[in-house]
């Protein structure tokens, strides 16, 4: 496709499961992001990765978030142990590069409810 | 503590008429500012940016202007339409670092 795909669009789980979100970047994008939308909330970022640097985890709010890219692409948010102020859509972006350009081309979300 | 500030959380305006859509920021390093627009269930898409450099920047019915004595940036509608119904978010860039996003303003465009 030619936009951001994320999967799945809607995840509903228990407290204490782990739960993992997945997003597909636009082709030739260096850089990926993961934000997350809290209820009220603006958009706080979590994590990004660049190429091959090592990714930027200044933004997970717990040992709990972790995330990978897998060759370059693909990235996999897990968060384990779930709890509810989890409750959040989770967006991923991906752009060319970093650089003060800063446009970022966003997925539609995954929406995550904690019960 | 929270760098980039939209202190309206919404805004009613009616159809044709101009909307203007504040931000404040704090920190005085950033170089670029973007202007997001979000519908509901869909992702943020980019609007409008300025850098830094400029105090004004113009597409179509979109201006933003950038007050940096202040630290305020505003983006200006207008004509306003129904279609501008949306969540507006401002996020700022600071070199290579990632974008900081406000909480959003909430715009209802009244026909």
């Known amino acids: 496709g030619a936009g951001v795909s994320q999967s799945p669009s809607n995840k509903v789980t228990e407290k204490g499961k782990d739960v993992e979100l997945r997003c597909d970047p636009i082709?030739?994008?260096?850089?990926l992001y993961w934000y997350r939308q809290s209820l009220g909330q603006g958009l706080e970022f979590l994590i990004y990765?660049?190429?091959?640097?090592?990714?930027?985890k200044s933004g997970l709010p717990s040992d709990r978030f972790s995330a990978e890219r897998t060759g370059g692409s693909v990235s996999t948010l897990t968060i384990q142990r779930t709890q509810q102020e989890d409750s959040a859509v989770y967006l991923c972006?991906?752009?060319f590069g970093l650089g003060n350009t800063g446009e970022l081309f966003f997925g539609e979300g995954s929406r995550l409810t904690v019960l | 503590d929270q760098q980039v500030k939209q202190n309206s959380p919404s805004l009613s305006v009616q159809e044709g008429r101009i909307s203007i859509l504040n931000c404040d920021y704090t920190?005085?390093?950033?170089?670029?500012f973007l202007w997001y627009k979000k519908y509901p269930a869909e992702g943020p898409t980019f609007l409008i940016s300025?850098?830094?450099?400029?105090d004004k920047n113009e597409d179509g019915r979109f201006t933003v202007f950038l007050n940096k004595s202040a630290k305020h940036l505003s983006l200006h509608i207008v004509p306003s339409q129904p279609g501008d119904s949306a969540v507006y978010f401002c996020?700022?860039?600071?070199?290579?670092?990632?974008?900081?996003f406000g909480k959003g303003t909430r715009l209802s465009v009244i026909a």
């Open positions: 972006a991906s752009s």
């Open positions: 082709s030739g994008h260096t850089a």
């Open positions: 990765f660049q190429g091959n640097s090592a990714p930027d």
């Open positions: 920190n005085s390093m950033f170089d670029y």
């Open positions: 300025i850098s830094s450099i400029k």
């Open positions: 996020a700022a860039s600071l070199g290579n670092t990632p974008l900081v």
